[in-house]
């Protein structure tokens, strides 16, 4: 596999996301606010957006619609909507971020359940290009095929680890949903933002394990 595929393993997954941040100085809109843009080789670019007024962080392709404005172009550091026939551009707010060396996230463990808070996921999902750092991944393959994704490091004290993965774990499938390729990663996203419950199995130590959340 060339490097620009196992490249765009590792962004996706890191819920995945790389946020390019520029100091862009356009008036953004009151009830929008961009919080990153990502490029990733095989899939349409997305924007991570915040909800003004809900504080909700999420992301979006382009063609999809927020709020009532439809996003139609992503460029680094700043998108165009369209609301009506009006057009506008949403940059990217007080030029670049300094990143800390570990990010807090407060997750919660009982009785081999995980527990977070819908506030803690907007936040790791807006400070996901940090997280990258947290932990290395690559397509895992068996018989030439991809069989999941290979954690080869998790940082100690990261979001990751507080979730319960390990180094060396292989996820298998997220709520019954494979994980094999980039499309199949940001489709389970996708599908499962709104969620208040699921599981993940991983492949550690040659034994399956079940890991399971509830997103309070």
Request: hydrophobic letters at 40%.
């Given at each position: ?16 996301i790389?946020c ?60 165009v ?7 506008y ?5 007080g ?43 690559m ?21 990751f ?8 774990d ?5 709520n ?6 980039p ?12 969620e ?21």
């Amino acid at each position: 596999m060339n490097n620009k595929k196992i490249l765009t393993y590792i962004i996706v997954l890191s819920i995945a996301i790389y946020c390019v941040f520029t100091g862009l100085s356009e008036a953004s809109p009151s009830k929008l606010e961009l919080k990153g843009t990502i490029f990733i080789p095989l899939l349409k670019p997305i924007a991570v957006i915040k909800d003004v007024k809900t504080g909700r962080i999420d992301m979006y392709e382009v063609g999809e619609n927020i709020g009532g404005a439809k996003l139609l172009e992503v460029k680094r550091g700043e998108i165009v909507l369209q609301e009506g026939k009006a057009k506008y551009i949403l940059a990217l707010p007080g030029g670049s971020v300094k990143q800390p060396d570990l990010i807090d996230f407060s997750i919660a463990e009982k009785g081999g359940v995980f527990r977070i808070s819908r506030a803690e996921v907007n936040k790791a999902i807006s400070k996901a290009p940090q997280l990258m750092r947290d932990i290395k991944i690559m397509p895992h393959f068996a018989k030439g095929r991809p069989r999941g994704i290979r954690l080869s490091k998790v940082k100690e004290g990261s979001i990751f680890e507080k979730a319960g993965v390990k180094s060396g774990d292989v996820v298998k499938n997220v709520n019954g949903m494979t994980l094999n390729t980039p499309h199949q990663i940001f489709s389970a996203y996708k599908k499962l933002k709104g969620e208040k419950e699921f599981s993940v199995e991983v492949l550690r130590d040659k034994k399956l394990v079940a890991l399971s959340y509830i997103v309070e």
